[in-house]
C-alpha cells in the first residue's frame, strides 16, 4: 500500500475563505514535502477545464515531485464518466473515485447497474479501475449489490467507514462488507463531542489515532480479504476538520498539522 493526501485534505486551503486558494501546483509539492506518495485529486471541478498542455504540466509536476496521481468526481452516467477517463488518460491516472449520487440524478441499484455496464468495460480497456465510495446516502447493500451487479474486477470500492455513521450503519460493519472489494481507502478519523449543556452530540473529524476509526483493524481486514491485491490499494488522507473561531490562519494551521500527522502515522505504520 502507498500512502497519499486527497485535495480534501486541503478543504478549507483551496476554499474561498482562503486569502490565497493553494493551486494544484501547490497541493503537489505539499505532498511531496510531506511525504506522501500519491496524490488524489477528488471532487477538484476546476480540473475539467484544464486543456491538454496543462494536463500534461499537471502529470509532469507530478511524475518530477515522485507523486503517483489518483482521480475523484461524482457520479455514473457513462458521458460523464468518459470524459474523466479522458482526463485519467492524460494524467496517467489508474484509480478513479466515484459515488452513485449527484445533485441531479440518483439512481438506483438496478440503473446504476445498466450504466456501469456501458462504462467500465472502457474503463477496463483503459487499465482504469473505478470505485464507488461508501457514505451515507446509499447503504452499503445497495452499493455492493452495484458493484456485484457490475461485476467486472475494474469496478471496486473506494473505503471510508466514518461516512456511513450518519447512515446508522457501524464502520466495523461497513469494513466487514466491503474489504473484499475494496480498491482504495480514504483514511479520516471522527469522533462524537457533546454540545453544550449535554444537549445532543456534534459528530466531526480529529486527529488520526484519536477517535472511532480502527485504522489497524480496517487494514487488516482488507488485507485478509484481499491477499494479492492489497499492495495496489492506496490509503489517502482526508479529514472533516470544522473551521476555527479564530480564523483562516487558525483553520489553516490546523489543517496541515492534521496531514503532517496522519501521514506520519500511516508511514509508521508500514
Known sequence: MAYGISTYAYFWRISSRAPQPMSLTDMLRDTA?????????????????????????????????????????????????????DIAGELGVSLMRSMLNTTDHRPDSAEAVTLLKQTVPRYADAGVTLGLETYEQVSTEDLLTVVRGVDDPHLGVVLDPGNSVARLERPVDVVAATAPYVVNIHVKDFAFTRRDGWVGFTYTGCPLGEGLLDHDGMIAAVRAARPEDHGSINQIVEHWLPWQDEGFDATAQLEHQWTQHSIDTLLRSK
Not at 47 to 59: C, H, K, M, N, Q
Open 33 to 85: 514535502r510531506l511525504g506522501g506518495q500519491v496524490f488524489q485529486i477528488c471532487d477538484y471541478a476546476p480540473i475539467e477545464s484544464y486543456e491538454a498542455a496543462r494536463l500534461a504540466d499537471v502529470r509532469a509536476t507530478a511524475r518530477d515531485l515522485g507523486l503517483r496521481l489518483e482521480l475523484g468526481t461524482r457520479g455514473v452516467r457513462p458521458a460523464h464518466l468518459l470524459k474523466y477517463l
